[in-house]
């Protein structure tokens, strides 16, 4: 199998406060996992490429300051967004590829719903 | 520039009904596409796999169609269910590079 899995599903946030999400790859070791961010009846969108052990590489017009990743062991990264503001409510679904890479197919978290009051 | 473009944005059927979703890419140069569905509020699950020498594969009853000469596809989704409700997103990706390039998805809805 490949399973990923994200927590938390929901939360809600005051604004100003940091919010972190975790993406775990249940039964493989992930090389690489993906960040995206959904808004609401558009496709999704890549926020950053992180590889384990390593800086995360971040799209055009990601802030890197804002939202940080971590990617500490092959089988978790996480996603802290920083002083999250209401324009930062979205969607956020994490990826992670499985080696060997056929296809480099990308497996999806079931994702995460964040809403800033 | 590497782009995909699906039609109909939105499509509603009646179940037991069949449709079909379109799917035109601009990607160079092509790896393989992919059809995803994703139910509200979860995140995408694969439903096909084609490489540029496949044309069909069919996953119950659903049936991805690839024409790598018009950069065409299309998912057929057969005898409609109630749970078939959700976007469907194309996904193309390039030799070379890890990044999927995504397209706006279709909305489908299945009406009783």
């Known amino acids: 199998g490949a399973v990923v899995s994200q927590h938390p599903s929901w939360v809600i946030c005051k604004s100003g406060t940091s919010v972190k999400i975790e993406c775990r790859s249940l039964?493989?070791?992930?090389?690489?996992m993906f960040w995206y961010r959904q808004f609401p009846k558009q496709s999704l969108m890549l926020m950053a490429t992180?590889?384990?052990?390593?800086?995360?590489?971040?799209e055009q017009g990601v802030e890197k300051d804002k939202f940080l990743i971590n990617h500490a062991s092959l089988t978790l990264s996480t996603l802290t967004v920083t002083s999250a503001h209401p324009e930062d409510s979205s969607f956020y679904i994490c990826s992670a590829t499985k080696p060997p890479h056929s296809y480099n197919e990308q497996f999806f978290g079931p994702g995460t719903r964040l809403t800033v009051l | 520039k590497n782009q995909v473009e699906q039609s109909p944005q939105s499509l509603i059927i009646l179940e037991g009904k069949n449709c079909t979703l379109q799917?035109?890419?601009?990607?160079?140069?092509?790896?393989?596409l992919r059809w995803y569905k994703q139910d509200t509020g979860r995140g995408p699950v694969s439903l096909t796999i084609?490489?540029?020498?496949?044309n069909t594969k069919s996953n119950g009853r659903y049936t991805a169609t690839l024409d790598a000469d018009t950069k065409q596809s299309s998912l057929h989704i057969t005898a409609s269910q109630l749970s078939d409700s959700a976007s469907y997103i194309c996904v193309v990706s390039a030799r070379n590079t890890d990044k999927l390039i995504f397209g706006t998805g279709t909305r489908l809805q299945v009406f009783p």
């Open positions: 039964d493989f070791q992930a090389t690489t």
């Open positions: 992180s590889n384990e052990g390593s800086k995360a590489t971040y």
């Open positions: 799917c035109n890419y601009t990607v160079s140069p092509f790896s393989n």
């Open positions: 084609m490489t540029f020498s496949e």
